[in-house]
């Protein structure tokens, strides 16, 4: 698992591309950041840090006015980037250590629901399937 820090700018980035589930150009990043009076070069070194993190991907060229841009999309998942938050917090804890630290902490939370923890249980059921039918894969291509 490889390691960064998002800064709150380029986090606020990232959240707009997870919501919008598509690439978007500079410009239309920037509208959708109307508390932000960005300088266009300097939205543009963020974009080009957070592609060097390889968080970051340009997914294709638009027409932007006059002239053509690169539209951007995410290079991570949000689970990837709570996954390294995790890891960077806790780095001397097993990867067991730290599921387990972050399913207690979400769980003791008062506001969690009847039907967040019922989904929680379907994806623990989901990835108790998966690694027993990855342990019978094993077993079979063992013999």
Known sequence: MSYFALS???LDIMQILWEEEEALSRPEILSKM?????????IHQVL?????K??????????CGRVYGRTYA???????LITADVARILPHST???????????????EDIDVSTLREMEKLL?????ELKQNAGNLEAAGN
């Open 48 to 52: 080009n840090s957070m592609m060097k």
């Open 95 to 109: 990867v067991n250590e730290q599921a387990l630290g972050v399913l207690a902490a979400l769980i003791d939370q």
């Open 8 to 10: 709150e700018t380029e």
């Open 125 to 129: 059921e989901k990835r108790r399937k």
């Open 74 to 80: 995410p290079n991570i998942t949000r689970q990837d």
């Open 34 to 42: 109307p508390d932000k009076d960005w300088n266009p070069n300097s």
């Open 54 to 63: 390889n968080v970051l991907k340009v997914a294709g060229m638009v027409r």
